[in-house]
T-cell receptor, first 109, second 108 residues
Framework: GVTQSPTHLIKTRGQQVTLRCSSQSGHNTVSWYQQALGQGPQFIFQYYREEENGRGNFPPRFSGLQFPNDSSELNVNALELDDSALYLCASLRESGELFFGEGSRLTVL | EDKVVQSPLSLVVHEGDTVTLNCSYEVTNFRSLLWYKQEKKAPTFLFMLTSSGIEKKSGRLSSILDKKELFSILNITATQTGDSAVYLC????????FGTGTRLKVLA
């Protein structure tokens, strides 16, 4: 499965946040999505073998890392109120199936 | 611009009813269409449909893909209160475009 931490967090505008994700080793492709209230998930970016290999329409203050054990981080700098959302990490299988973790709910005040 | 549109936006039915949820898509690179059920937290994977697998069934849930007309439907028969959720569909390749979902409420 896919495990994310923390499950909930509250930050203030201008702060920085790091969200973490771990998946079964060998599931090399990790995707991150942002889901605002009442919306479908929106693709942020994807990592394969520690390299970003796809990015959605998000500014550079959204950045990520993938580690040799396939765990991953999403970093967001200079938080804005609109960054309040559920952040979903997903394992993308070679078949194309996409499995999500439980998500990290970020509130920016 | 790639897009996925779901209809209806919301639906209220009674237990035992059959429901049909719709998903139309326009994506530059199509590989698969995915269906999810979302309750309180993260979306739970239901089905993946591709050119080589245009029909899927699991229990009371079934789905078909029409690649010519660019749509998919999700059917739920004999609905139960536990089916109440938001149902999402997504299309694309590695970068999936999601619809805004259909909110289903099943009344006892």
């Amino acid at each position: 499965g896919v495990t994310q931490s923390p499950t909930h967090l509250i930050k203030t505008r201008g702060q920085q946040v790091t969200l973490r994700c771990s998946s079964q080793s060998g599931h090399n492709t990790v995707s991150w999505y942002q889901q605002a209230l009442g919306q479908g998930p929106q693709f942020i970016f994807q990592y394969y073998r520690e390299e970003e290999n796809g990015r959605g329409n998000f500014p550079p203050r959204f950045s990520g890392l993938q580690f040799p054990n396939d765990s991953s981080e999403l970093n967001v700098n200079a938080l804005e109120l609109d960054d309040s959302a559920l952040y979903l990490c997903a394992s993308l299988r070679e078949s194309g199936e996409l499995f999500f973790g439980e998500g990290s709910r970020l509130t920016v005040l | 611009e790639d897009k996925v549109v779901q209809s209806p936006l919301s639906l209220v039915v009674h237990e035992g009813d059959t429901v049909t949820l719709n998903c139309s898509y326009e994506v530059t690179n199509f590989r698969s269409l995915l269906w999810y059920k979302q309750e309180k937290k993260a979306p739970t994977f239901l089905f993946m449909l591709t050119s080589s697998g245009i029909e899927k069934k699991s229990g009371r849930l079934s789905s078909i893909l029409d690649k010519k007309e660019l749509f998919s439907i999700l059917n739920i028969t004999a609905t139960q209160t536990g089916d109440s959720a938001v149902y999402l569909c997504a299309s694309g390749t590695y970068k999936y475009i999601f619809g805004t979902g259909t909110r289903l409420k099943v009344l006892a």
